[in-house]
């Protein structure tokens, strides 16, 4: 697909092949026209650059896609994350994410991406129409701020390990979780997991000692969790097993945690 470049736009798509943006908002194109000294409206401009190819809307509102020439043709990125940087770039201040497997995935710490990405936002904030529509939403607050990977906010591998361990149910494949599991850990520095377990509750904690003892039990013992009543690791039901040790009623992981062993 030919696209063209009309005399008058010249200008605009020449600073945007210059700075190759993933996306542009609105008000970005507004300072681009003013200073390409283009005399269309920025939403004619819009409109056009739409028409001819050169821009695609975004699930979030008032954000596009830039398509550079060197897609030879209209064609969107296959980037899973365009929705998210996306929204993003229509408000910078949303809390959003990327966690659990979809964190590991983009910290090298996981071979595969899940299917459908899953973000976290604190409790009861309020979740964007586009991040609803694209991924998997589940609800996390973390003691530490997310860290950046490729311009997206990620949850570090501290925060990643009690999210783990405070809502175990909003995993959906624990085999991957445990298959890399000793990475994890080992990327986890211990003074930000001090930080994400300090204030949690006492089943929270207990949870994430049993998840870790077997690649970790220095830190468990630094940590000093003492087990008391009874804790649900997963969903209440049958139980896959029961550990003595720390009182855990565990329905969900596929085998012990502590056979992982120490990372030595």
Known sequence: MT???PPSLAPVLEVLELNRPVTISRREMEGLVREAGVGWPVNVVIQRLSVLGWLRRTEARGVWEFLPAERAGAFSTDDPLLTLRATLKADPNVPVALALGSALWLLDLADRRPDVLEVALPPRS???AAIRRSYRVVRHKTHLPPVEVRGIP???PASVLVHLATR?????SW???LEGLKELVSAAEDPDILTEVDGRTHAT???FAYLICG???QLVERLGVQPRGKVWFGPRGPLRRHDSHWNIADT???????ELGSQG
């Open 175 to 177: 085999a991957a979780v």
């Open 3 to 5: 696209r063209s470049i």
């Open 126 to 128: 309020h979740i964007p």
């Open 215 to 217: 690649i970790a039990p």
């Open 252 to 258: 969900i992981l596929p085998f012990p945690p502590s």
């Open 205 to 207: 904690q207990v949870r």
């Open 168 to 172: 175990p149910t909003d995993v959906r």
């Open 154 to 156: 990620v949850h570090s």
